[in-house]
């Protein structure tokens, strides 16, 4: 039974691990060094990772040009209830509170593959309003993973940190700049995240276009 599940683990390891994921695996993964693992030209979306010391996982950076408004695309992002409908393998999304103008609470629940369980957790919304003199619109996102009770069954994520400026080029599209950080958790093995990493991001920047639009 150990050498079946010595070779599901390999098997698994060689189907989604990329070469950057052996490495991190080996202990040779670059530190506090920033990656590119996308550049499509195509859609105007590139997109970076780092593995920086003492975390877990990897940080994640992404830079986008996109044809969306920048106030509709501001309210698709502090709205708790639209998130399941553009986020990378999003489940449920509601707002729990709403602070101020500029500062709300949502509740956030994400799809992990078995055999772990679903990854939730409580997200504190700050804007930052567009100004002349900084150009752009600034949205802070931090965990407050103690706000509501744990659900049985589901693993509350601690840390799940982003930011994102928006930059209007015109009246129909703006830049997106997106830095984040996100641990669901030390069960999960760090290759299996830092795939899940890799692509949740690139796939949430092409969701909340759709979604916009």
């Known amino acids: 039974r150990i050498i079946l599940k010595l070779m599901l683990i390999l098997c698994t ?3 989604y691990a990329s070469t950057e994921d052996m490495d ?4 040779k993964a670059q530190k506090d060094v920033w990656i590119q693992s996308k550049n499509d030209k195509r859609r105007g979306i590139q997109a970076w990772y780092k593995q ?3 975390k877990h996982t990897r940080t994640f950076k992404i830079e986008a040009t996109i044809k969306a408004p ?6 698709a992002l502090v709205g708790g209830d639209s998130w399941q409908r553009w986020f990378w ?3 449920e999304s509601k707002p729990l509170k709403k602070v101020s103008s500029r500062e709300s609470l949502f509740y956030l629940k994400v799809n ?4 772990f369980p679903d990854r939730d957790t409580v997200l504190r919304a700050v804007i930052e309003p567009y100004s002349k003199q900084t150009g ?3 949205l802070r996102f931090n965990a407050i993973p103690d706000y509501i009770p744990k659900t049985q069954g589901v693993v509350r994520a601690q840390d799940f940190t982003f930011k994102i400026e928006i930059t209007p080029l015109s009246e129909a599209s703006i830049k997106l700049d997106l830095e984040g950080y996100v641990n ?3 069960d999960l093995p760090a290759w299996a995240v830092n795939f899940m990493m890799r692509n949740a991001p690139y796939s949430s920047i092409l969701g909340l276009e759709r979604y916009v639009k």
């Open 52 to 54: 920086e010391e003492g």
């Open 24 to 27: 991190f695996l080996q202990g």
């Open 13 to 15: 390891v060689s189907v």
């Open 136 to 138: 752009k619109l600034v």
């Open 184 to 186: 669901p958790g030390e």
């Open 70 to 75: 920048m106030e509709q695309t501001a309210m």
């Open 112 to 115: 992990v593959p078995r055999p």
């Open 89 to 91: 393998e999003c489940v």
